[in-house]
């Protein structure tokens, strides 16, 4: 095998006769179910892949909930603060208008 090509090249290469080997020396059967094996684990991991990315953008939806609700009730709080403040100013002005009036 080449010694001027890249050793990523070189390897699949080598993995390539290896398999075409096997398939030769190797019975039908075991080459089947080994391929078999290959695919489902394949499938269980991309399956996993995608059962995790799944859990955290919905772990990601529920803290932005979370904090969504936090500052609604944060505002909420706060001008419930200002509507109190601003009658206790009007109610003040009202009082000190009727002294001087």
């Known amino acids: 095998m080449g010694g001027d090509r890249p050793k990523s090249v070189r390897y699949a290469v080598g993995v390539q006769f290896l398999r ?3 398939k030769k020396i190797l019975p039908k059967r075991f080459v089947e179910w080994y391929r078999r094996r290959r695919a489902v684990r394949q499938y269980l991991r991309s399956l996993g892949y995608e059962i995790y990315e ?34 206790l100013v009007l109610q003040d002005r009202l009082f000190s208008e009727q002294l001087l009036g």
Not at 61 to 70: L, M
Request: no cysteine; aromatic share 6%.
């Open 20 to 22: 075409d080997l096997a």
């Open 54 to 87: 799944r859990t955290i953008r919905l772990e990601l939806e529920d803290v932005e909930g979370r904090i969504a609700a936090r500052r609604d009730g944060f505002y909420e709080r706060m001008v419930a603060d200002v509507l109190e403040r601003t009658e």
